[in-house]
């Protein structure tokens, strides 16, 4: 059984003392769901350590929102997976659409990110999604397939079945703009099916996310599909409150003040009831 997996993409947001007083915040409003699912926060670099120690050990894993393609050397701006790893993170974002938009990653850099994060012992979480344009003409899950063609050809198709495949229609993400729930249901399925015809039980074992303007409203709806594993969250994830009814509606948990000891004092975090 997949378990359910909830990340949080800060993007390009965040500061020292904004980022403390929204984990104090989070962390005690998802107490209820952190045995039910796995959490993932992932802030911009310069506030991984600050992150990393708030998170301390509550179990909520860091992430990072992208890797080098490179393992070192003359490449300024860039992060080596390796450097994230030293930092203490398990999830890597690789191929968000912002970076395949802004930034020009095409699918054989993304491969190549890809394979740096798995050679570094982390789970990539491969986000994948098409166009307006594109899923107009019907060529939804031609271009996913393209894009997850292009890292199984890098790491083979093992690598891929061990990662996260979030899928993130372009069109949907910042724009306020939501997939129908059967529109998410259908692409999932489509992505687990071309899976699978890749290697028997890379279908059922890869976990296969939502992103795309994700809120409290709409989780639910979203959520309800057994195809969907979980959300990578944007915007709302910089609100507790709302990041928290997504957790709520993803694991079906209601926030009840459970009493079990959360976090260790060891984390430097002194976390409020409610």
């Known amino acids: 059984m997949r378990k359910p997996i909830l990340i949080a993409n800060w993007k390009m947001n965040g500061s020292l003392?904004?980022?403390?007083?929204?984990?104090?915040?989070?962390?005690?409003?998802?107490?209820?769901?952190?045995?039910?699912v796995d959490i993932a926060i992932c802030p911009p670099f310069p506030y991984l350590f600050q992150?990393?120690?708030?998170?301390?050990?509550?179990g909520i894993a860091l992430g990072a929102q992208n890797a080098s393609s490179a393992v070192s050397g003359a490449h300024t701006g860039e992060v080596s997976a390796t450097m994230l790893e030293e930092m203490g993170c398990r999830y890597v974002l690789v191929g968000h659409s912002e970076r395949r938009a802004s930034y020009y990653e095409s699918d054989t850099d993304v491969a190549a990110r890809f394979r740096q994060?798995?050679?570094?012992g982390m789970t990539p979480v491969l986000c994948v999604?098409?166009?307006?344009?594109?899923?107009?003409?019907?060529?939804?899950?031609?271009?996913?397939?393209?894009q997850l063609r292009a890292v199984i050809d890098t790491t083979g198709i093992s690598s891929l079945a061990g990662s996260i495949v979030a899928y993130e229609p372009v069109w949907a993400i910042g724009t306020g703009k939501t997939a129908s729930p059967g529109q998410v249901a259908e692409t999932h399925r489509g992505i687990r099916g071309f899976l699978e015809n890749c290697q028997r039980g890379a279908g059922d074992s890869t976990r296969i996310v939502y992103g795309g303007s994700v809120k409290a409203v709409n989780a639910a709806e979203l959520f309800q599909s057994e195809e969907v594993d979980g959300g990578l969250i944007g915007g709302a994830s910089l609100?507790?409150?709302?990041?928290?009814?997504?957790?709520?509606?993803?694991?079906?948990?209601?926030p009840d003040g459970s009493s079990d000891s959360f976090p260790p004092e060891s984390s430097g975090l002194a976390i409020p009831d409610s």
């Open 129 to 146: 999604g098409e166009t307006l344009e594109e899923r107009e003409q019907n060529e939804t899950l031609a271009v996913i397939e393209r």
């Open 17 to 36: 003392h904004s980022n403390q007083a929204l984990l104090v915040r989070m962390l005690a409003k998802l107490r209820p769901f952190r045995k039910a």
């Open 239 to 254: 609100q507790a409150e709302e990041f928290s009814a997504i957790g709520s509606a993803l694991t079906g948990a209601k």
């Open 51 to 58: 992150v990393r120690d708030l998170l301390g050990y509550t």
């Open 117 to 120: 994060v798995v050679s570094a």
